[in-house]
């Protein structure tokens, strides 16, 4: 018993806080549900076991121009069932609107993200507001399609660094982005 015991609390001392967070996504996925309750399930592992940016990103990794982003891929599911990514968001960096192939799930580690959120009119013609959210260091949150349009940005004058898990192997799939929409805003 105390040979095991010291084996256990060894492998607890070496495995990384990204072992940790993989090994409950996976447990939050293998619950089986729809997207929408695996995303809250994925985003409660998260919020659990939410890394700082120095734990998954070397200090080059976080270095970029004003207005920019870059993606760090940190993990791809063998079975492609989960994709975990590190985003840094230099000041002024935005996406453009988007929705996604599959679940998605973000954790701020560093900064801010600030949300906007859209609807598609009736006509399919028009993006309605339909809020924003400023999401500051520790917040986590998860959405599935459909209605999950939106657009990130770091307003702040500071760099950002979100995690991102999406419910896919973007490996496979190239980007977790199923279509961007250069439509007009209606409030």
Request: proline residues 6%; negative net charge; charged residues 20%.
């Amino acid at each position: 018993m105390t040979t095991l015991w010291s084996e256990l609390l060894q492998t607890a001392r070496t495995a990384t806080d990204l072992d940790v967070l993989t090994a409950a996504v996976r447990a939050a996925i293998a619950r089986g549900a729809d997207w929408q309750d695996t995303a809250d399930r994925v985003a409660g592992a998260l919020r659990e076991h939410l890394p700082s940016p120095g734990e998954l990103l070397r200090p080059d990794q976080l270095a970029g121009e004003p207005g920019t982003s870059s993606g760090h891929r940190l993990h791809v599911e063998p079975d492609g069932s989960f994709s975990m990514t590190a985003i840094v968001w230099q000041p002024g960096a935005v996406t453009r609107v988007h929705d996604h192939v599959a679940w998605c799930v973000f954790g701020v580690l560093a900064g801010a993200e600030h949300e906007d959120l859209y609807t598609l009119s009736d006509d399919g013609a028009a993006l309605i507001g339909a809020g924003a959210n400023p999401n500051p260091a520790g917040e986590v949150s998860g959405f599935a399609p459909p209605g999950d349009i939106h657009r990130v940005r770091n307003l702040g004058d500071t760099t950002a660094v979100s995690l991102h898990i999406y419910g896919t192997d973007l490996d496979r799939v190239g980007s977790s982005v199923r279509r961007f929409y250069d439509l007009p805003v209606r409030d």
